[in-house]
């Protein structure tokens, strides 16, 4: 076999290969992204509702509104 002939093997043989290896490799990649993208977004929700909620914890009952919790008025 002449040498040319396997360069053009090996030039025409490793995109065929490496082009599902890369769509692959990009869609694991892409998937792991996202997944941390919502993650992040979920622990700002949880923060953010935290926050909220230690902010109405604090914050004092309306005289009205005393007792209310636990039955007595």
Not at 28 to 53: F, H, P, W
């Given at each position: 076999m002449e040498w040319y002939i396997i360069l053009i093997a090996v030039?025409?043989?490793?995109?065929i290969i490496l082009?599902?290896?890369?769509?692959?490799?990009?869609?694991?990649?892409?998937?792991?992204?996202?997944?941390?993208?919502?993650?992040?977004?979920?622990?700002?929700?949880?923060?953010l509702a935290s926050k909220e909620t230690g902010r109405l914890a604090r914050s004092p009952a309306a005289p009205s509104e005393r007792g209310t919790i636990t039955g007595k008025e």
């Amino acid at each position: 076999m002449e040498w040319y002939i396997i360069l053009i093997a090996v030039l025409f043989g490793v995109p065929i290969i490496l082009a599902p290896v890369a769509l692959v490799w990009y869609l694991n990649i892409s998937g792991l992204y996202r997944v941390l993208v919502d993650v992040r977004q979920r622990q700002r929700r949880r923060a953010l509702a935290s926050k909220e909620t230690g902010r109405l914890a604090r914050s004092p009952a309306a005289p009205s509104e005393r007792g209310t919790i636990t039955g007595k008025e």
